[in-house]
């Protein structure tokens, strides 16, 4: 994933309120998710329908209204290619999402939409990572996004049952065909049952249960409101708080800002598990995940204060537009601010694993060019093509090293 320009924060420790979420219903929804029983939630597959069940079956306990086309269910059919690789659809296979959507209707004239996406890879291997044989294992998807929809699934329980924030309705929605291409949040926002103008800003969470232990919380969307940055500067739940102004990223609140909606995403960083078979519940930072959800409901507290939320677009950057045709096969480290581009996990066989680089090193020259931050790492891989070979320098535990490598 891609991530924009990025700024660390330090601020004064957020007061919770109720203390309402528990690690234990994040974990029975967790592990029910992310179990091999529903094998990796594909888009349109039996696994993914099961998943429909258990959010539905949790929107019903807690009095949540249906807002689908079919009852809680938003249908819908795309394209893919069959070979990912290829960049047209010529001869492509024809897929089957499902958006599962419960409202809460509190009788207010505007409404909070909070999502997150539930599907995941299956076992075809396509869109895999880090993993040099993953066809035919269940990516169980634990992290993404299964924390995100257990979030979901508590803020309907938060919100239905405490009897507060009715300033504001509430559109819980799970996106279908996210990794896909957001593909489900672009048909909800294109075929909406809700008056935009009448929708006060989208909250979206993705991979929300890995906090680490320096407590990064990573905050996007931040400059698509004049209200959000205040807020966040006053109070960072005791979180090390790194934002992105821009409402434009690999997830589902894109295709609301799209549509000039304020938007915040939540992400707790990537991690060596990252769309492979071993993104199991057992990885999951259970009283992490707790103390992101009862943050992101302070904020939304606060904000219940304000008057209806101002969209501001956010200028994108030329740099974000950069392509290349070669890839060194890492993961980088989004969380990390410092100079350099950090490795969060290494391919086998890739051209990084071949030149010997490992998880946690940090690139900082590429031939000629210093490598600063992520953008830099991407230009310099825009100037190589497939068999060209450069130098890397890079620091490995606070040691300089240098290596060949050949894309």
């Given at each position: ?321 950069v392509a290349f045709k070669v890839t060194l096969g890492v993961l ?55 068999g060209d070979t450069t130098s890397l320098q890079y620091l490995r ?11």
């Amino acid at each position: 994933m891609k991530y924009l320009s990025l700024l660390l924060l330090f601020c004064s420790v957020s007061v919770f309120g109720q203390d309402y979420f528990n690690t234990e219903t994040i974990k029975t929804h967790i592990s029910y998710l992310a179990s091999d029983k529903l094998k990796g939630r594909a888009p349109g597959s039996k696994g993914e329908k099961l998943a429909q069940k258990y959010i539905i079956k949790e929107f019903q306990s807690l009095g949540i209204e249906p807002k689908g086309s079919k009852g809680y269910l938003q249908e819908f059919t795309y394209k893919t290619p069959k070979n990912p690789h290829e960049a047209d659809l010529g001869g492509a296979e024809e897929n089957k999402g499902s958006n599962v959507i419960g409202f809460l209707n509190n009788g207010m004239p505007n409404t909070i939409i909070i999502g997150a996406h539930y599907d995941h890879l299956g076992t075809d291997g396509r869109g895999s990572s880090l993993d040099p044989n993953p066809k035919g294992k269940i990516h169980n998807g634990a992290d993404d996004n299964a924390s995100g929809v257990a979030g979901v699934i508590e803020f309907a329980r938060y919100y239905s049952q405490n009897g507060i924030t009715e300033k504001y309705n509430f559109l819980f929605i799970c996106f279908s065909a996210e990794e896909a291409g957001l593909i489900g949040s672009k048909y909800f926002t294109n075929n909406t049952i809700l008056d935009f103008e009448k929708v006060d800003f989208m909250l979206n969470m993705d991979m929300v249960g890995r906090l680490d232990e320096d407590r990064h919380l990573m905050v996007y969307g931040v400059g698509t409101s004049p209200s959000f940055a205040p807020l966040l500067a006053k109070d960072n739940g005791g979180f090390r708080i790194v934002i992105d102004s821009s409402g434009v990223g690999p997830s589902d609140h894109t295709s609301f800002y799209l549509k000039n909606l304020p938007v915040l995403h939540f992400f707790t960083g990537s991690h060596s598990d990252y769309h492979k078979p071993s993104d199991d519940v057992d990885k999951i930072n259970l009283q992490g995940e707790r103390d992101v959800l009862k943050y992101i409901s302070s904020l939304i507290d606060q904000l219940a204060s304000e008057p209806k939320l101002v969209f501001t677009p956010v200028a994108t950057k030329e740099r974000e537009a950069v392509a290349f045709k070669v890839t060194l096969g890492v993961l980088p480290d989004y969380s990390y601010t410092d100079k350099g581009m950090r490795i969060d996990g290494v391919t086998a066989g890739k051209p990084a694993s071949k030149a010997g680089l490992e998880g946690g090193d940090i690139i900082i020259k590429m031939g000629d060019l210093d490598i600063k931050d992520i953008y830099d790492y991407m230009d310099g891989l825009a100037k190589h093509k497939k068999g060209d070979t450069t130098s890397l320098q890079y620091l490995r535990k606070g040691e300089l090293k240098e290596t060949k490598v050949q894309f």
